[in-house]
C-alpha cells in the first residue's frame, strides 16, 4: 500500500509513522490520567492501519491524519485528540508560509504523482513539460492566494467544484476555439512577424497550417478545431499548377499526348501533392512541441457538405480519403512500428451522401470504419441529429465541430454579415460541479437537495463570472496569432477583446459530473431505469435553466458542458470518500463518471447506451461525446458500419473505443492488461512477456474523448480497468 504526500510524492505505507504520531501526542498531555496506554496506541495504530487498507487506493497524508484524528477522539482521549489536532494545525501554518516549492521540487525528481499524470498526453521527464508545470505551480499559488475568492478556492480543494486550469488562470488565456483556417490561408496571417500570403499550393497550404496550429496552442490552454474543408480549394490551385507545368514539359521536349491521358498525368501528380500535404499535417502535428510542453490539441473536422462547389467536394473527399489512409497506417514509434498516435484527433460527419451503400461516398464511410477498428478514430458527428439539434434564432440548423474533444459553441449569427459564424469563437473557460457531494450533502432528503444544488450553482456562476472577468481588459497583444491576424479576429494593436465576451460570440461552460451515481443515491433506482432516468433528466433541465438564467441577465453564453474528467475523477472521488466514507455504489471506486454517461461497469448493449445517452446529450449543448466499448473489430467492419448507422440516426456525437497496444519488449500487439502489484497498485502488464516498464509500454486508451497515451492516474487506470464491452 501507497501513501500520496502533500506534495504528491507516493511513497510505501510505514504504520511506524502512525504508531510515533499518536505517541508523541500522548507524551504531550502533563496529565498522565488522560493519556492512552501503550497497548491503546498499538490498537489504534491497527485499526487505523485496517481503515486505510480497506479504501483500495493509495491514500492521501491528509486522509490518515483524519482517521488518527477520529480514532483518538473514540477512545476518550480528548486531551490527547487536541494536542494532535493542535499540532497539524501549526505545522499547516507553517506548510502556507510557501504551498509551492515542495511541489516544484518533487515534479523536478519525477515523483509527484498528482501532477505527473494530471494530462494523459503531457511526458513529465521532458524539460519542456516541467518548465510548463512549474510556471503552473507557481500560477496556481498566486491564483489560490490573490486572484480567487477563497470559497472558491476552498471549494475547489475539497473537491465541490472544480476551477479548471488554474494553472493557467493567472495569465490572460482562454481555453478552446475553432480556428478561421479559410481566413488565415485565404487572406494571409503573420507568424513570428513574419507575413504569409496566400499559399500556391496544397502542400503549401498544408505547411501554413501546421505553422499555425503551432502557435495558437501556445496561446491557449484547450483544444482547436480546424476544418479540411478550408484546404480543400487548394487542391485545385495545385491542380492547375500542374496542367501548366505538364503542358510546358511536353512542349519542351515536343510530344504530344490526348486529353484522357494529359488528365490522368494531371491527376496522379494531384494524389501525390496530397499525400505529400497530408502527411506534413500528421508528421509536424505529432513532432511538434508547443510551450505548454505537449503535441498540439488539434482536431481535423471531415465534413462534406461544407464544400462550396462540386469540385471542391470532390477535391475534399480526396483528402478525407488520404487521411483515413495514412491515420489508419499510424506512426512509428521508437522502434520503428506503427502505433496510434494521439493526435490529430479526427471528426467524420455522417451525411445522407455517405452514410449507406449505394450512396456517392459510402467508399470513404467504409474506410473510415476500418480506420476506427485499427485506431480509434474518426470519431462521428450526424449531420442529421447536429440540425435537428444546434438551431438558431431563424429556426435553421447548423452542422459545424466541436472544439477540441467536446466543447461546443451555441448556434451564432453574426450581425455585422447577418451570417452564422462558428470558426473564430472561442470557449473562455470551465467549472465543474461535483454533482456527487450535492446528493451525498443532503443525505437523501429531496429537498435539500435543490437547497444545496441551488446554493453550488451560485458558487460554480461567481467562480465562472471570474474566469470572465480574468479575460476582461485583455488586449490583443497578448496572442497576435489569435486575436491580430486571424485565428480568431483580427482586432488592432492594443484593441481589447472584450466585444468578443459577449452577445455568444465566445461560449463559457458550467460542467457537471457524476450524474450516473447522483441519481443512484438519491432515487436508489439505475439512469438506465425509467425511474433514475426521469430524475437525471430533472437535474439536467435544472441546470439549463440557471445556464440560460445567467445568459439572458448578462448577456454572456453560459452553456452546460459534460465535462471530460481526467485526473479530476481521482480528486473528486477521494475528496467524496473523505467527507462522505465509503457508499456502495456511490463512492465506492477511485473515480465518479464522466458527465451523463451509463456507469462503465454496467452491463448493456451498445444500441440501447447511445440511445439512452442521446437523450443527456442533447441536454448539454455547451459539450459532450458518448461512446461504446468494443473489442477488436477490425475484422468485423460490417458490425462498425451498423453502429455508425445507427449514430446517424440516434445521437449528435459519438465514438467507438478499441484497442490499439504494443510491447517493445516482446512485440506484442494485443492488449496490454491492467493488474494489482504487491503494493496494491493497478500497473500495465503485457500479457505475453510481463513487462510492466511503461517506457516500454505503447497503450493508448480513449480516456475523455480523445486519445492518451501516457499513462493515468489510479483514479482514471481503475475506470480503464472496470470497463465492459458493449458489443
Known amino acids: 500500500m501507497n501513501v500520496i504526500k502533500r506534495s504528491g510524492k507516493e511513497v510505501l505505507f510505514d504504520e511506524i509513522k502512525i504508531h510515533e504520531a499518536i505517541r508523541k501526542a500522548n507524551e504531550s498531555v502533563d496529565d498522565k490520567r488522560f493519556r492512552l496506554s ?91 513539460v516541467q518548465r510548463d508545470y512549474m510556471a503552473g505551480e507557481v500560477s496556481k499559488d498566486i491564483t489560490n492566494r ?74 491557449q490552454y484547450g483544444g482547436q478545431s480546424i476544418s479540411l474543408a478550408h484546404l480543400a480549394p487548394f487542391v485545385d490551385v495545385s491542380r492547375q499548377k500542374i496542367k501548366s507545368e505538364l503542358q510546358k514539359e511536353l512542349e519542351l521536349i515536343g510530344a504530344k499526348i490526348d486529353k ?84 490529430p484527433k479526427i471528426i467524420y460527419v455522417l451525411e445522407e451522401d455517405n452514410i449507406k451503400e449505394g450512396t456517392p461516398f459510402f467508399y470513404l464511410t467504409e474506410l473510415a470504419a476500418k480506420c476506427t477498428a485499427k485506431r480509434m478514430v474518426p470519431d462521428y458527428i450526424s449531420e442529421k441529429i447536429m440540425l435537428r439539434d444546434k438551431v438558431d434564432n431563424n429556426g435553421e440548423g447548423h452542422c459545424f465541430p466541436c472544439m477540441g474533444c467536446r466543447s461546443f459553441l451555441t448556434p451564432y449569427i453574426n450581425p455585422e454579415t447577418k451570417k452564422p459564424q462558428y470558426y473564430g469563437r472561442f470557449n473562455q473557460g470551465v467549472v465543474t460541479i461535483n454533482l456527487v457531494d450535492v446528493a451525498c450533502s443532503s443525505n437523501k432528503n429531496v429537498d435539500e437537495f435543490w ?62 459530473a457524476g450524474l450516473w451515481e447522483t441519481v443512484y443515491y438519491m432515487t436508489g433506482k439505475k439512469l438506465t431505469d425509467p425511474e433514475g432516468e426521469a430524475f437525471g433528466i430533472k437535474v439536467m433541465e435544472f441546470l439549463n435553466e440557471h445556464t440560460s438564467k445567467w445568459k439572458k441577465a448578462e448577456n454572456i453564453d453560459y452553456s452546460l458542458y459534460g465535462t471530460p474528467l481526467e ?82 440516426d440516434n445521437i449528435m456525437y459519438a465514438e467507438l473505443n478499441t484497442k490499439s497496444d504494443y510491447c517493445q519488449v516482446c512485440g506484442y500487439d494485443g492488449e496490454i492488461k491492467i493488474i494489482t502489484d504487491k503494493n496494491g497498485k493497478l500497473v500495465w502488464r503485457c500479457p505475453n512477456c510481463g513487462n510492466e516498464d511503461q517506457s516500454k509500454l505503447n497503450v493508448a486508451r480513449r480516456t475523455c474523448g480523445y486519445i492518451g497515451s501516457q499513462f493515468w492516474n489510479q483514479g482514471r487506470t481503475q475506470e480503464i480497468k472496470d470497463r465492459v464491452l458493449h458489443l
Not at 442521446?614 to 473489430?633: R, T
Open 567 to 648: 485526473s479530476t475523477t481521482y480528486k473528486f472521488s477521494k475528496a467524496l470518500q473523505r467527507r462522505f466514507g465509503i457508499i456502495k455504489g456511490v463512492t465506492d471506486k477511485n473515480y465518479i463518471t464522466n458527465s451523463y454517461h451509463v456507469h462503465v461497469t454496467e452491463k448493456i448493449d451498445a444500441f440501447s447506451k447511445l440511445a439512452l445517452e442521446s437523450k443527456f446529450q442533447k441536454l448539454s449543448p455547451g459539450g459532450a461525446v458518448s461512446y461504446v466499448e468494443v473489442p477488436n473489430m477490425q475484422n468485423n467492419i460490417p458490425a462498425v458500419i451498423a453502429v455508425m448507422q445507427f449514430m446517424y
Open 260 to 343: 484522357q491521358k494529359f488528365d490522368s498525368i494531371v491527376e496522379t501528380r494531384v494524389a501525390k501533392e496530397i499525400e505529400r500535404g497530408v502527411q506534413t499535417i500528421q508528421y509536424q502535428v505529432v513532432t511538434l512541441m508547443t510551450t505548454n510542453g505537449q503535441a498540439p490539441f488539434i482536431t481535423e473536422f471531415m465534413y462534406l457538405n461544407e464544400a462550396k462547389n462540386e469540385q471542391e467536394k470532390h477535391d475534399l473527399a480526396l483528402i478525407i480519403e488520404e487521411t483515413l489512409k495514412q491515420r489508419m497506417q499510424g506512426t512509428k514509434n521508437e522502434k520503428g512500428v506503427y502505433i496510434t498516435p494521439a493526435f
Open 451 to 512: 437547497k444545496i444544488f441551488e446554493s453550488r450553482l451560485d458558487l460554480c456562476h461567481r467562480a465562472l463570472r471570474c474566469r470572465h472577468e480574468r479575460l476582461l481588459g485583455t488586449k490583443s497583444d497578448v496572442a497576435p496569432i489569435l486575436w491580430q491576424y486571424g485565428a480568431l479576429a483580427r482586432l488592432k494593436k492594443g484593441e481589447v477583446i472584450d466585444k468578443l465576451l459577449y452577445g455568444g460570440y465566445s461560449t463559457i461552460s458550467l460542467g457537471f
Open 38 to 128: 501503550e497497548n491503546q496506541i498499538t490498537t489504534l495504530t491497527k485499526n487505523v492501519v485496517l481503515e486505510c487498507e480497506s479504501i483500495g487506493r493509495a491514500v492521501s497524508v491528509e486522509e490518515i491524519q483524519d482517521m488518527v484524528e477520529e480514532a483518538i477522539m473514540r477512545t476518550g482521549a480528548f486531551k490527547v485528540a487536541k494536542s494532535y489536532i493542535t499540532y497539524r494545525y501549526r505545522h499547516e501554518l507553517i506548510r502556507k508560509s510557501n504551498t509551492t516549492d515542495n511541489q516544484i521540487l518533487t515534479l523536478l525528481e519525477g515523483a509527484n504523482e498528482e501532477v505527473k499524470q494530471e494530462n494523459s498526453n503531457k511526458n513529465p521527464t521532458v524539460v519542456s
Open 146 to 219: 490573490f486572484l480567487l475568492p477563497q470559497d472558491v478556492v476552498e471549494a475547489h480543494k475539497e473537491g465541490i467544484i472544480h476551477f479548471h486550469d488554474a494553472d493557467y488562470y493567472a495569465q490572460h488565456m482562454h481555453n478552446c476555439d475553432l480556428v478561421n483556417l479559410e481566413d488565415m490561408l485565404q487572406n494571409g496571417t503573420v507568424i513570428s512577424g513574419t507575413l504569409i500570403e496566400r499559399p500556391h499550393s496544397f502542400s503549401t497550404a498544408c505547411n501554413i497550417a501546421t505553422q499555425i496550429i503551432a502557435q495558437v496552442a501556445s496561446s
